[in-house]
């Protein structure tokens, strides 16, 4: 039996014990493709490779024969620049979350300055300059550049789903909290973490909540637990270990070499990036300031207001076919209007496609909730029509109507009904808090695909939450980007079927 079994204390049962012995920990010396295209030396490499192609084409579309050589110069100094700034905006790092909408602000920042300051000074010394050639690299850099991180992030993340460069993850603190992160690793490995269980003197959690993880050790098997189990990362959590305990675990992760990440206390109310202040020498996070109005928020009204009425112009046409179609396929009204709540709990008449049968919560006895209606109680009621527009998402479209008068946004936390909302506040941790805005068509669960049955209630609050104190018009961009490709998704399977 291997010893790090043995160390298990036998009280906490043959189970946990079992599941040590499940571990399986492979130890390679030469990388695989998969692990070095998941390395941050294949992104400088894709990277270096789009910048030179094209300053490449560039140079071959505008090749000056009374200049020729100036030209080269030039462009090779802003190839150069621009992979510079690249490396130092960090940009090559392979983290946990690999996205390349996260990444466009810099990616913008590091393509498009180096040929703007360097139109500006061939300007200032006189040099010969030619606008169309800095109009071009600036106007083909930034796109290139893009098209290929999301290639190669889509990539990255698809070899991470199947297993490949997973780094071992050892979780400190087998709480409420380091269970969460269990679930969170296990069920989206392309975060790039295996999560192999946890340090913990008093596990406060069943072995089923840890998603079967089991308890190694204590903190003084540390050392021992890297190097039987090959530890790439330990992830602090809540832990019932005193002040000094952790100063240990920390100190032999940096001794060992090992990735280390600590989720703070207070991290519900943290938005990116917390800035970090010295208080004589205490380092001190500063927690800013939620606000939910201003002239940031008159832009998202406006918005709201623009991109409805062009929305409801252009999908006027499906609009109409939906309408005919929901008219034809069962009896009852077109549209299906419910209250819910919204910004500060006011309330208001919600519009949709009508996708059950008349009367269905009369029949069914109460309120339904919208994840009941998808489950087999309430399935017999989705009219045939409905399936599809539910499917495709196309019975929100009405919900435009809505944005426009005021009563909701393009993008927002889900609205619910007064009477779920009730019951909920006191239920779920942070319900209350999705309120402080108002409700949306789309959302960051949405695109996260959190809705329906997918995911716990639990879970979806949390994005809401973090949608609203992370907010910004990028973030609202964002989420309407990954919406209209969630519905593209959506529809390609209502037509596959």
Request: glycine residues 10%.
């Amino acid at each position: 039996m291997p010893r790090y079994v043995e160390a298990i204390d036998s009280a906490r049962g043959q189970s946990e014990r079992d599941a040590v012995l499940e571990i399986n920990v492979t130890r390679t010396r030469r990388a695989t493709l998969a692990e070095l295209v998941l390395s941050k030396g294949a992104v400088a490499v894709a990277d270096g490779l789009t910048v030179g192609l094209v300053a490449s084409a560039v140079g071959v579309w505008q090749w000056s024969a009374a200049a020729p050589w100036s030209g080269v110069v030039t462009l090779a100094a802003i190839a150069v620049a621009a992979i510079i700034m690249l490396w130092r905006l960090r940009l090559w790092s392979v983290g946990m979350q690999l996205s390349a909408l996260d990444e466009i602000p810099r990616v913008l920042m590091a393509s498009l300055l180096p040929p703007v300051v360097g139109f500006f000074l061939a300007s200032v010394l006189g040099l010969t300059t030619d606008v169309l050639v800095f109009a071009a690299i600036a106007g083909v850099m930034p796109a290139g550049l893009i098209l290929e991180r999301s290639i190669l992030r889509a990539v990255q993340r698809g070899l991470r789903r199947r297993g490949h460069g997973l780094r071992t993850a050892l979780i400190v603190g087998a709480g409420h909290i380091g269970s969460l992160i269990a679930r969170r690793l296990t069920g989206h490995p392309e975060l790039g973490l295996q999560p192999i269980g946890f340090i913990d003197k008093d596990p406060l959690t069943p072995l089923g909540e840890r998603q079967g993880l089991p308890v190694l050790g204590h903190s003084r098997d540390l050392a021992r637990l890297i190097y039987e189990f090959d530890v790439k990362m330990v992830v602090v959590a809540f832990s019932t270990a005193p002040h000094e305990v952790l100063l240990r675990i920390v100190t032999t992760c940096q001794e060992k070499g090992v990735a280390l990440a600590v989720v703070p206390r207070l991290f519900e109310t943290i938005a990116k990036p917390a800035p970090f202040e010295r208080l004589r020498g205490i380092p001190v996070v500063g927690i800013q300031p939620i606000r939910l109005s201003g002239g940031l928020w008159w832009t998202k009204r406006l918005v709201d207001v623009v991109g409805s009425a062009f929305l409801l112009f252009v999908s006027s046409p499906l609009l109409l076919a939906a309408a005919v179609m929901v008219k034809l396929g069962s009896p009852g009204p077109v549209f299906y209007r419910q209250e819910r709540s919204g910004r500060d709990g006011k309330l208001f008449q919600m519009i949709k496609f009508r996708s059950l049968t008349v009367g269905a919560e009369a029949q069914e006895g109460g309120a339904m909730w919208s994840d009941a209606v998808e489950a087999a109680a309430g399935a017999s009621y989705i009219t045939g029509v409905g399936k599809i527009l539910r499917k495709s998402s196309l019975d929100e479209l009405p919900q435009l109507l809505n944005v426009l008068k005021g009563e909701m946004s393009l993008v927002g936390p889900r609205p619910e009904r007064p009477f779920f909302v009730n019951r909920f506040v006191h239920d779920i941790y942070r319900y209350g808090d999705r309120m402080r805005v108002k409700a949306g068509m789309t959302g960051w669960a949405q695109v996260h695909d959190l809705k329906g049955n997918q995911g716990s209630l639990a879970e979806r609050v949390e994005y809401d939450n973090y949608y609203i104190e992370n907010w910004s018009p990028w973030l609202d961009l964002r989420i309407v980007l990954l919406t209209f490709q969630q519905v593209y998704r959506d529809l390609r399977g209502v037509a596959a079927e």
